[in-house]
């Protein structure tokens, strides 16, 4: 048996496998900016397409894109999976399967936007300074006689630090109409169905009648 002519037979089967090229499944998605028109993508992603592009310029610079075997997520199509789900609500699964990427990728990425979002919290809100404290008692006041009051946060007491209230800033300094209109609705339908105590109930109605009816 001749070993060597072996071998040189083996390496020829290997060179000749290794030329093969083999086509990559990758998965095409789709952009929403040229899906839909500016009211549907509002609809869909509850900001306008001037708000997320300013968001992804924000945290861009702290993202980096995702590479796979089979894909790779850039990073407004990461910002889009994490505004899909904060819109929806929805399943992580579902929202994979609308963009083409495995539940676990959804995951991790809705992780990374909402922690970088959730850093630039003091750049976007914050409470009034030592000069306008008056001023603002004052206004709270004037709606519904409630005295001292410097601020209020609608929604559940969670021990979560929730991008949400940063992105309203953010769509309030964009002038993203649809964006504020949308969570003041949400809010205001929740704060009505929700049920309080008779003194405090009251107060709450008269704002959410007077400032989101």
Do not use: W
């Amino acid at each position: 048996m001749n070993t060597s002519s072996s071998s040189e037979s083996d390496l020829e089967v290997l060179e000749f496998i290794s030329s093969i090229s083999v086509p990559r499944n990758l998965r095409h998605r789709r952009n929403p900016f040229e899906m839909f028109t500016d009211e549907e993508f509002q609809l869909r992603y509850r900001f306008n397409k001037n708000t997320v592009i300013h968001l992804s310029d924000t945290i861009s610079s702290a993202l980096v894109p995702i590479m796979h075997r089979k894909y790779t997520l850039s990073v407004l199509e990461q910002i889009f999976i994490a505004l899909r789900f904060y819109a929806t609500g929805t399943f992580q699964i579902v929202i994979g399967d609308d963009i083409n990427v495995h539940k676990t990728t959804v995951s991790r990425v809705v992780y990374k936007v909402s922690k970088e979002i959730a850093k630039r919290a003091r750049s976007y809100i914050s409470m009034p300074n030592v000069v306008d404290l008056r001023e603002v008692k004052a206004q709270f006041f004037d709606i519904a006689g409630f005295p001292n009051v410097i601020g209020c946060v609608d929604g559940s007491h969670i021990p979560i630090q929730s991008p949400g209230a940063v992105l309203h800033n953010i769509a309030l300094q964009q002038n993203d109409t649809l964006a504020i209109d949308s969570a003041t609705e949400e809010d205001s339908t929740e704060s009505i169905e929700q049920p309080l105590p008779c003194e405090g109930n009251h107060f709450r109605r008269l704002l959410v009648e007077q400032y989101f009816s």
